[in-house]
């Protein structure tokens, strides 16, 4: 009789223990639900942007028309976003890339006549930067795993390229020699504040990081680019202008989130946070 009660409140006291065990269980996971976690540690984000940029003209005199042109370059860039709190969040990085200077121009098609040739000057040149983003950034859920983001803030820019840069191109026909372009240019070398702005979409993906797609645009209050050019210099069809560029863009970028949700998880089930 004694062996059955005590086997009694044994396999009793084995029941309630694992009851509880099942129900802490069950607390601990609703408590650590993935979604409760996405803001817990600094986001950590990998991006790659395609952008695009534009300089313009200022023809002092002369008949010879440089246009600017529309181009297309690209830069890197690794940021780290401290959470307020679901919703708001602060960003910094670092990013490296290139701008574009494209600019166009046939002295033949322009009636420069007594050019022998379609004489055709197209620059695809690009300027190498750095960029240092401080961004305030509001993100909104609109469904399970999609949310809407939006940034802005501000960046110090500086150009990696030496101050000066001068170029001449001439025709030989000996005996003479004719130089038909001449530029010379300047950079502004200096930590310049720049505005960003940026909106777009993130995806949570099932390993709890997120996709990252954004419409982005940056705004410079000053130029960084400022060249003087001329056509047939000490002729009489002298053209003489300025290339400026303030190095804005607009573009679309593609990015990887890193929220360490995984990491979480792991830490508290081994009882370590």
Do not use: C
Not at 88 to 113: C, H, M, N, V
Not at 118 to 144: A, E, G, M, W
Request: aromatic share 16%; no cysteine.
């Amino acid at each position: 009789m004694k062996t059955t009660i005590f086997l009694s409140i044994i396999i009793i006291f084995l029941f309630i223990s694992q009851s509880i065990k099942a129900q802490d269980k069950e607390t601990l996971d609703s408590l650590l639900s993935p979604r409760r976690l996405l803001f817990e540690k600094p986001h950590t984000k990998f991006q790659f942007n395609l952008i695009t940029s534009k300089g313009r003209i200022e023809r002092e005199y002369g008949e010879a028309e440089l246009q600017s042109r529309l181009g297309w370059s690209y830069f890197l860039m690794w940021s780290q976003t401290h959470h307020l709190n679901p919703n708001w969040g602060l960003e910094y990085g670092f990013s490296i890339g290139t701008l574009p200077l494209r600019y166009y121009i046939d002295l033949k098609a322009q009636g420069f006549e007594a050019l022998d040739y379609d004489y055709l000057l197209y620059s695809t040149n690009t300027i190498n930067f750095i960029q240092l983003p401080l961004n305030i950034v509001y993100r909104k859920p609109v469904s399970s795993n999609v949310f809407l983001q939006f940034r802005t803030g501000i960046s110090l820019r500086y150009i990696l390229l030496e101050e000066y840069i001068t170029t001449a191109i001439s025709l030989s026909t000996p005996p003479l020699v004719l130089t038909y372009y001449e530029s010379y240019s300047e950079f502004d070398n200096n930590f310049r504040i720049n505005f960003n702005l940026g909106a777009g979409i993130s995806w949570l993906l099932p390993n709890n990081d997120f996709l990252d797609f954004q419409i982005i645009a940056n705004l410079s209050p000053r130029n960084i680019v400022y060249n003087d050019y001329y056509f047939f210099p000490d002729t009489p069809d002298e053209t003489f202008g300025h290339y400026l560029s303030n190095g804005n863009y607009v573009g679309v970028s593609v990015g990887y989130t890193f929220t360490k949700v995984r990491k979480i998880l792991r830490q508290y089930r081994k009882g370590i946070r």
